[in-house]
C-alpha cells in the first residue's frame, strides 16, 4: 500500500491530508482513498505546499546557491516548517468490494491515513462513470481540469486505454449534453 498522509480537515465532499514528506504526493487528478469501514474514494484537486505556521511568512533563501537542492541541503530545516497538502474531491467510496459511486454516509475522520490507488484500485473503481457528475459538479476547484488528469491517470491503468477513452468521453457527453463547449474543452485536454 502506497499511505503518503493523513487527513487533517474533512466534509461530506472534500477532505484534505498534510503529505508526511515535502513534495510527495500523488499528481492531480489522481485517486487516493482514506478511512476504514467505509473506505473514501477521492480524485485529487489541488496540491498546495507553503509553511506550516500561517503567522510565519516564507523567505528566499537561495541567493547565494547554485540549485533547489542546494537550498534545502543548507537549509536542513525547511523540511519541518513546510508541509505539502492535497486537497480531494469524494467521488464514492467501499463497502467491503462494493463500489459506490456516490457521497458516503459520512466523512472520513480526522487523522485518517490516506493511500494512492493502485492501478488494480483505479481500474476497479473507473469502470463505471457514475462518479463524472461529482467531479463536473465541485465547486471552487478547477473541474475541468481535475477531470481531463484523472481520466488520463485512469487510462493508463485499464487493459485498453483508447477504449476506456471513448467510453469515458460518451459518459461525459450525456453528463454535458446542455454544454458542450465545456465538453469539447475536456475531451481536448484528454487526448493522448
Not at 480537515?9 to 487528478?29: I, N, R
Not at 457528475?133 to 473541474?143: E, G, M, N
Amino acid at each position: 500500500m502506497s499511505r503518503f498522509g493523513e487527513i487533517i480537515e474533512s466534509s461530506s465532499t472534500v477532505f484534505t491530508a498534510q503529505c508526511y514528506h515535502l513534495y510527495e504526493g500523488p499528481p492531480l487528478g489522481a485517486l487516493v482513498w482514506a478511512g476504514t469501514g467505509p473506505r473514501t474514494i477521492g480524485v485529487v484537486c489541488n496540491i498546495t505546499t507553503g509553511t506550516l505556521d500561517p503567522g510565519r511568512r516564507i523567505v528566499p533563501r537561495g541567493a547565494q546557491e547554485e540549485s533547489e537542492e542546494e537550498v534545502y541541503q543548507s537549509h536542513p530545516q525547511l523540511a519541518r516548517l513546510l508541509a505539502t497538502h492535497i486537497q480531494a474531491v469524494i467521488v464514492g467510496h467501499m463497502e467491503g468490494e462494493a463500489v459506490r459511486q456516490y457521497l458516503p454516509p459520512a466523512p472520513p475522520r480526522i487523522h485518517a491515513f490516506v493511500y494512492a490507488c493502485t492501478p488494480e484500485e483505479t481500474a476497479a473503481f473507473t469502470h463505471h462513470f457514475d462518479f463524472l457528475r461529482l467531479v463536473t459538479d465541485a465547486k471552487d476547484i478547477a473541474a475541468d481540469e481535475v477531470l481531463a488528469a484523472c481520466l488520463r491517470s485512469a487510462a493508463a491503468c485499464h487493459p485498453d486505454p483508447a477504449d476506456f477513452l471513448l467510453r469515458a468521453g460518451k459518459a461525459l457527453a450525456l453528463e454535458l449534453t446542455d454544454d458542450v463547449p465545456r465538453l469539447n474543452a475536456i475531451l481536448r485536454r484528454v487526448r493522448p
